[in-house]
């Protein structure tokens, strides 16, 4: 069983769109990754191994599902196959700083088979609604005996 991605990073984005992947994150996904667009309003940072498990599930919705097939349509438009530089930066592409609302800093997090990077303004604003209470969150895991 491989072992996900885990833990919090605060960093940014340099003047030509680059961000350096923590170096913990970095070494697990390899020599490259797949950066795309997250659900929620981040991006979502796989491996190339983890974007092709995504695929094949995403392949597995029926294609007359239409408003599933809108979401994938958006995620793959907005994928872009990336190489870490010698300081271990990505670039990130002007479409995804858009959809993200990236202008510089970052918090970059390991979600167990991928990576988010929020817009560290949106991550920590006060009206964001991706925060829970404790009872919220055992709320939601009782329904998975967990």
Known sequence: MSMGYKGT??????????????VK?????GEGCVITIGIE???????QEGWEEYEEKL?????NDLEAQK?????????TDCEFDKQGKVNIPENLKKHAHITKDLVTMGVKRF????AKEVWEAPDNDL????????????????
Request: proline share 3%; charged share 25%; glycine share 4%.
């Open 41 to 47: 309003g981040c991006l979502r940072i796989y491996s």
């Open 115 to 118: 990576i988010e990077v929020w």
């Open 59 to 63: 392949d597995a919705i029926p294609e």
């Open 71 to 79: 979401i994938i349509r958006k995620i793959f438009a907005n994928a």
């Open 131 to 146: 925060d829970m209470t404790v009872e919220e969150m055992a709320a939601v895991l009782r329904q998975y005996n967990i």
């Open 9 to 22: 990073y605060y960093n940014s984005i340099d003047g030509k769109n680059r961000m350096i992947v923590p």
């Open 25 to 29: 994150l970095r070494k697990q996904l």
